[in-house]
């Protein structure tokens, strides 16, 4: 299995975006993420499923799943510890897709 840290090798730079928020179908927030220490892997991936999918469907929920590598299973063990991962894993349990506002410089 591929390492969390080796996966954001391979994603876009993203000094250029402040934060991303995210919002439920009735325009609900439903969380943001900063650019700041220990966000800054959370919004290299999200940043990377809003470019491929323009939302947070169900498809980009998968990959994201997969793109957080060992921390998805450990957010599976242990509810809250990873909330960036529980979001997709919410996303997916009640297919419910959120939309995303990229906040950049």
Not at 86 to 102: M, S
Request: aromatic fraction near 6%; glycine fraction near 6%.
């Amino acid at each position: 299995m591929q390492k969390f840290c080796d996966v954001l090798l391979t994603l876009d730079n993203t000094d250029d975006v402040q934060r991303i928020e995210l919002y439920h179908e009735n325009g609900d927030a439903a969380g943001v993420i900063d650019n700041k220490p220990g966000s800054q892997g959370s919004l290299k991936v999200y940043n990377h499923l809003y470019k491929m999918y323009g939302a947070i469907t169900l498809d980009a929920a998968v990959e994201g799943l997969a793109l957080y590598a060992e921390h998805t299973e450990d957010a599976e063990n242990c509810p809250g510890k990873h909330p960036n991962v529980d979001r997709l894993i919410d996303v997916l349990e009640n297919e419910a897709p959120l939309t995303v506002k990229l906040i950049t410089n």
